[in-house]
């Protein structure tokens, strides 16, 4: 990056964004500081920040477990439901099946263990596939207004939309231009440090100890 603060934000469509390029104009950020990163060039080091936002963002809002490894937010949502409606479905099942036994099947344990013993491995299967399949479905679902491949996820608001990038060498401007973008309906803006470091999530509530701007200098977003 060219300057120490940098805006970048995502816009849906061209026309949005050429909007928001006039609006940044006319309060007071210089044209000189702007640019428009049109869908296609995409090792522009603009639109190559905000993808490493989209995906520092995924990393922080997923989920991960020692024994299901990584899981983004879209697939924990899935795994989540699933697993209710998994239950919900494996339970009765259970139930039904429990209960037939219960009352006519003969053996050592009562009708209420005979249940039991069917319900529990019922709903434990139904519990674990709702959540594989879930898991696995959410983000296929969410992915189908925009993908390019059937089973693809879709595609990431770095890789489809246009950018508007504000590079100014103070922070107040960056603020306002980050404003100013926001409410003009970009799907997302990040500011960005001098060496294309998305600023992280601590960086809008920065712990007493941190000096002033301490996020915005380059290779401190990092640590």
Do not use: C
């Not at 520092?56 to 439901?81: H, L």
């Not at 709903?123 to 983000?139: F, V, Y």
């Not at 508007?164 to 100013?180: I, K």
Request: aromatic letters at 6%.
């Amino acid at each position: 990056m060219a300057t120490r603060y940098n805006v970048v934000a995502a816009f849906p469509d061209e026309q949005r964004a050429r909007r928001a390029v006039r609006k940044l104009t006319e309060v007071g950020v210089d044209q000189r500081h702007l640019r428009l990163v049109k869908p296609g060039h995409d090792d522009d080091p603009d639109r190559v920040a905000v993808l490493r936002a989209e995906m520092q963002d995924e990393v922080t809002e997923g989920w991960a477990g020692p024994s299901i490894g990584f899981m983004t937010p879209a697939q924990t949502k899935g795994a989540v439901n699933g697993v209710f409606l998994g239950l919900l479905i494996g339970g009765l099942i259970g139930v039904v099946v429990g209960v037939v036994w219960g009352l006519f099947g003969h053996g050592p344990p009562g009708p209420v263990a005979r249940s039991l013993i069917v319900f529990l491995p019922f709903a434990i299967a139904g519990t674990t596939a709702g959540a594989i399949a879930g898991g696995a479905l959410r983000p296929r679902a969410e992915a189908s207004f925009d993908r390019t491949e059937p089973m693809d996820d879709a595609r990431l608001a770095a890789e489809r939309d246009t950018i508007v990038a504000v590079h100014v060498p103070d922070a107040d401007t960056a603020e306002r231009a980050q404003h100013v973008m926001e409410e003009l309906g970009a799907e997302r803006v990040d500011a960005v440090n001098a060496d294309g470091t998305p600023l992280p999530p601590q960086s809008e509530h920065p712990r007493p100890a941190d000096p002033p701007g301490r996020w915005w200098w380059p290779g401190r977003a990092r640590g």
